[in-house]
């Protein structure tokens, strides 16, 4: 085909693209989600979830603990800082993976009326040392 016809075929859907992302979409209600669980659990609001922030949405959502090993490793894999923590971005990828649900997540946190439910801290000690992310429990601790 010539570039003409191309480019005739690219806009013949205008508008697709931008409404697929637009502040009604799909798309958009999970990227909100997910900052609104990373706002949350993002206790002293610097923009990263820390070892004991991301521990405490692991065991709100999946039950799971993780270990500082974990921790670092997730940290790597997702090229953040352990130091500093996961960003928001590196968290919307956590729950790209198959398996893992923002609404579920989203629900366990805040309930059906959007509003944060009461968590208590919670430890999970004696674990198998597996890293799950979601309701499925991903594991992504290899």
Request: net charge negative.
């Amino acid at each position: 085909k010539d570039q003409s016809r191309q480019a005739e075929e690219y806009v013949a859907a205008p508008g697709v693209g931008e409404a697929i992302f637009s502040g009604s979409s799909f798309v958009e209600e999970m990227r909100d989600k997910i900052a609104a669980l990373h706002s949350h659990f993002d206790r002293d609001d610097d923009g990263f979830l820390r070892y004991e922030e991301l521990c405490q949405l692991q065991l709100v959502t999946s039950g799971a603990d993780m270990s500082p090993n974990q921790y670092r490793h997730v940290c790597t894999m997702l090229e953040c800082d352990p130091g500093r923590g996961l960003t928001l971005d590196a968290l919307r990828l956590t729950y790209a993976a198959d398996g893992t649900s923002a609404d579920s997540d989203y629900a366990k946190v805040f309930g059906a009326g959007g509003v944060p439910r009461k968590q208590e801290e919670k430890t999970n000690e004696g674990e198998d040392g597996v890293l799950e992310v979601g309701e499925n429990g991903v594991d992504i601790s290899s």
